[in-house]
C-alpha cells in the first residue's frame, strides 16, 4: 500500500530543544501534508508542500521533500510543551484524486 | 475558515443496533467527503470516498453494507455502522474538500463504543 512509514514513532524531548520527524512514502505523490492531532482529537493541517518544492517554512515549522528518495522531514524548533501531540504526514498520490493516504505517524512528547 | 463538523462525537451503542455518523461542511460546499478510521495511536485508514449525488467509493476490504455512506447534498455527508459489532468500536474522522479540492478540511471525529 501507499501508506507511508514515519520514524520515530515516538519522540520524547525537553521544552526548548528541536524535534525531527521523518515520513518516507512509496509513489509518485502531487503534494505532501503534515497534520497535527492532539489525542483523541480531529487532525490540524500545518503545512504542505508540492512535489516541486524541497523546502518550506511556516513559523518554527520547516519542512523538507526528497522526491528521489520518497521522504520528507518535518522539523519544530525551539518546541513548547503544547507542541505534545501526535503528527502524521499524509499524501496526495498523483491520479489519486483528492484523498489522502497518511503515514503511521509519530508520537511527540515536549517534557517541562 | 471553513468548519467541518461531526456528530455525535461521542456515541455508545449495543451490539446488534446501528449508528449513524454525520459530518457536514458548515461554510462551503463539499464535493467531496471521506470516512477515516482510527486505532488508538494508530494511523487513519481511508474508509471511503464520497461525492456528492453519487455511490461512495469504498477502499479495498471495507465492506460497503456494513459501512453505508451517503452524500445526499453538498454539505452533508453521513456513515452509518450497520449491526455493529464491539469490533466496529473506534475513533471515526471524515474530511472534506470543495470543488477545488486543494484543501481539505477535517472534522472532530466521532468516538464510537459498542457494548
Known amino acids: 500500500s501507499q501508506q507511508g512509514e514515519e520514524d520515530p514513532q515516538a519522540l520524547s524531548i525537553q521544552e526548548g530543544e528541536n524535534a525531527t520527524m521523518n515520513c518516507s512514502y512509496k509513489t509518485s505523490i502531487n503534494n505532501l501534508q503534515w497534520y497535527r492531532q492532539n489525542s483523541g482529537r480531529g487532525l490540524v493541517h500545518l503545512i504542505l508542500i508540492r512535489s516541486n518544492e524541497r523546502e518550506k517554512h511556516s513559523g518554527r515549522l520547516r519542512v523538507t521533500l526528497d522526491t528521489s528518495k520518497k521522504s520528507s522531514s518535518l522539523l519544530i524548533t525551539a518546541s513548547r510543551a503544547a507542541d505534545t501531540a501526535s503528527y502524521f504526514c499524509?499524501?496526495?498520490?498523483?491520479?489519486?484524486?483528492?484523498?489522502?493516504?497518511f503515514g503511521t505517524g509519530t508520537q511527540l512528547k515536549v517534557e517541562l | 475558515g471553513a468548519v467541518v463538523s461531526q456528530h455525535p462525537s461521542r456515541v455508545i451503542c449495543k451490539s446488534g443496533t446501528s449508528v449513524k455518523i454525520e459530518c457536514r461542511s458548515l461554510?462551503?460546499?463539499?464535493?467531496?467527503m471521506f470516512w477515516y478510521r482510527q486505532f488508538p495511536k494508530k494511523s487513519l485508514m481511508l474508509m471511503a470516498t464520497s461525492n456528492e449525488g453519487s455511490k461512495a467509493t469504498y477502499e479495498q476490504g471495507v465492506e460497503k453494507d456494513k459501512f453505508l455512506i451517503n452524500h445526499a447534498s453538498l454539505t452533508l455527508s453521513t456513515l452509518t455502522v450497520t449491526s455493529a459489532h464491539p469490533e466496529d468500536s473506534s475513533f471515526y474522522i471524515c474530511s472534506a474538500s470543495g470543488e477545488s479540492g486543494n484543501t481539505i478540511y477535517f472534522g472532530e471525529g466521532s468516538w464510537l463504543t459498542v457494548v
Open positions: 499524509a499524501t496526495k498520490i498523483t491520479g489519486g484524486g483528492n484523498k489522502l493516504t
Open positions: 461554510d462551503f460546499q463539499a464535493t467531496t
